[in-house]
T-cell receptor, first 109, second 114 residues
Framework: GQQLNQSPQSMFIQEGEDVSMNCTSSSIFNTWLWYKQDPGEGPVLLIALYKAGELTSNGRLTAQFGITRKDSFLNISASIPSDVGIYFCAGHTGNQFYFGTGTSLTVIP | DAGVTQSPTHLIKTRGQQVTLRCSPKSGHDTVSWYQQALGQGPQFIFQYYEEEERQRGNFPDRFSGHQFPNYSSELNVNALLLGDSALYLC?????????????FGNGTRLTVT
């Protein structure tokens, strides 16, 4: 299957700091999605991106669809304790979504 | 507006047994996909159903099978369970009418095989 590489694998940040994470692949995708997963729960959709170069915000979250269509970025501004969780990217191609390995975010109050 | 619901939430089975997991999609969705998520990993695609047929399949053996009912709900069956089948099984629904429609996930079924 397609390989999506997420980085960093984990992050430890102070409350109030901004966060950046990304997802890269050797394959081209038509749609990029970003999800957050809390322990014991399913992934929750944060942002969906449909066009190369697209920049979309959802509150303090901003995500971009890379112009090469092989990558995507997620930024979280002014982090708060409830931002803690695992963030997954997912790319759509061939009528299927492929998921990254996740970025674990810890916010220190 | 009910989201994706899965049952049961937890299940413990013994090697060699069979298991059935159930999923009801989000209202308005007609497509159901199943994913396996091992601890510390991203979800891995098992298969997708719409119009009551399996349309796409990931790299999973035939021990994994499924079904979709006329009301769009779905079942995932796993036969001859192995220890390595222990994982969180996630159901996701989407709409075929919207190409690339985002997946909406349930909270999963945690399967433990002993």
């Amino acid at each position: 299957g397609q390989q999506l590489n997420q980085s960093p694998q984990s992050m430890f940040i102070q409350e109030g700091e901004d966060v950046s994470m990304n997802c890269t692949s050797s394959s081209i995708f038509n749609t990029w999605l970003w999800y957050k997963q809390d322990p014991g729960e399913g992934p929750v959709l944060l942002i969906a991106l449909y066009k190369a170069g697209e920049l979309t915000s959802n509150g303090r979250l901003t995500a971009q669809f890379g112009i090469t269509r092989k990558d995507s970025f997620l930024n979280i501004s002014a982090s708060i304790p409830s931002d803690v969780g695992i963030y997954f990217c997912a790319g759509h191609t061939g009528n299927q979504f492929y998921f990254g390995t996740g970025t674990s975010l810890t916010v220190i109050p | 507006d009910a989201g994706v619901t899965q049952s049961p939430t937890h299940l413990i089975k013994t090697r060699g047994q069979q298991v059935t997991l159930r999923c009801s999609p989000k209202s308005g969705h007609d497509t159901v996909s199943w994913y396996q998520q091992a601890l510390g990993q991203g979800p891995q695609f098992i298969f997708q159903y719409y119009e009551e047929e399996e349309r796409q399949r990931g790299n999973f053996p035939d021990r994994f099978s499924g079904h979709q009912f006329p009301n769009y709900s779905s079942e995932l069956n796993v036969n001859a369970l192995l220890l390595g089948d222990s994982a969180l099984y996630l159901c996701a629904s989407s709409s075929r009418r919207a190409w690339g429609s985002p997946l909406h996930f349930g909270n999963g079924t945690r399967l433990t095989v002993t």
